[in-house]
């Protein structure tokens, strides 16, 4: 940009034009504006002064007269001004005054808003002797049209996203070709600018010159100031694709004389940016900006605007703004749109995400814990819905069983014979009543007699397990696990009523 502020200034890129109705003569006379200037003039504006803005459709204009030795027949007043959406500057004639005070107001329904470099305006006199003399006044600026500017909506993300995200803001191409896109999220960390350029003509072993002067550009107004030039409070970041992305400062210096010119600097940056090229493709760029960098804590809006640098047919970099401008004003804050940050969301939130992760899966392993309890759990069916037979033969082999089942030796053979019922055909009779087979339902029978005992006397397990028909304490154990999921000495503690 430093190049273009100085082509500003130094006319490389000024075509006067003069609207229908402005005498030729005007046009003569503006060349010799600046070598007249070198001396002092017997006129001055005294207002508007350098820097001042506009913001009414009326601007007055006023020369007051340095004690000039000779009459002033006349003065003749021209701007020079920006058209809407042009680079090109042009100069119109707004009138004359012939006798004090030398005053003209013009009127500004017609003229756009000026900003970045504003408008220059020159008064010409007219002395009595016939020689003329002429001054200027640069860096008005005018912003009494209505400005529309866009509003995006940029949503919380963690850090490490390298893709666009979520909406993305589209940007006009230089060739038919080429797309443009961007996406920015934010996070407590930084706010981080994606773009990505589909660009089949792109190459990657383009010269170092040319790659250097390819990106993207990042421009920021934290405290919306809303100025019609980039002030200190103005973020503007460039991002190329060769080399370290560095930080553009701008500063304005008004000048006695009336003159306005921009002194540019630039800071290196050590962002961790991250730019991928794909041959014949195109190239796409995350760059994150810390938030430190921007001030003690983000605002919940921010004034921006995005500007993608590539290539033209004609192999020459154009810069394309997300913002619709000349190429001046895209670096006015005036125009820049606006970044809403949105709220982070319960499922943004690490820490809350982990304690609801941590209690919805402790509540699942209770609720699993309970269905396999429940589905585990041994219990005899109901009596009720068995034939009468098998409820006759499954009431003598109970009484056989509750009689000595706490018998180490019992078998399914002593009690087939206690009960005069084939040993093949005991089993599914047992298994048909209480859904356990005969080996199963022999250890809940001794278990439901161990729980009494826990419960109701101070004997050891292991006197108890022995009491209770078990070989040992250990398997003793593992039933009780198995049909109550809980040791001997939990269900003793929490159950023992002596």
Known sequence: MAPI?????AGEFIVMKCRRGVLFFLMMQFAGFLSTLSAQPCIDFLTPVTGSTIVMPLCTLLIEENKCPRNIRKIEFQARYFPAGSDTAIVISIGSVSRQPYSIVW????????????ASLFAEATLSNGEMEAVRREGVFFLHQKVERPVFDIPYEFSGVNK????????PAPRSDVSIDASIYWNEKELVFIL?????????????????????????????????????????????????????????????????????????????????????????????IPITTLGPELPETIGCNLVAKTLSDQNEVKRTSWIKASLYETYSPYLWGELRLQP???????????????GFGFFITLLLS???????????????????ADRQQFAAIKEVLDSSVI????????VSKAVNVPSKKLSPLIRRATGMDFHTYVMYARIEIAKERLRSSHCTEESIAQTCGFHSVNEMEKFFIKFYHLTPAKFRSEQQVV
């Open 344 to 358: 982070r969301t319960v499922f943004m939130n690490r820490p809350l995400v982990g304690v609801f992760t941590f």
């Open 164 to 171: 666009l995200t979520g909406e993305t803001i589209h940007l």
């Open 5 to 9: 502020v100085s082509a500003i200034f």
């Open 196 to 288: 990505n350029v589909v660009d089949p003509q792109f190459r990657t072993g383009l010269p170092r010159e040319k790659l250097a002067s390819i990106g993207m550009e990042i421009l920021l107004d934290p405290v919306r100031s809303r100025r019609p030039f980039p002030g200190k409070d103005v973020f503007i970041y460039s991002v190329p694709l060769n080399g370290k992305p560095y930080r553009i400062m701008y500063k304005p210096i008004p000048n006695d004389s009336g003159t306005f010119t921009f002194e540019t600097s630039t800071l290196a940056c050590e962002f961790s940016v991250d730019i991928r090229k794909n041959d014949r493709q195109g190239f796409t760029i995350s760059c994150p």
């Open 370 to 388: 309970a269905l396999i309890m429940l589905l585990n759990k041994p219990a005899v069916k109901n009596v009720a819905a068995q034939s009468d």
């Open 407 to 414: 018998a180490r030796n019992v078998t399914i053979e002593s």
């Open 107 to 118: 009127d500004l329904s017609g003229i756009p808003n000026q900003l970045f470099t504003g």
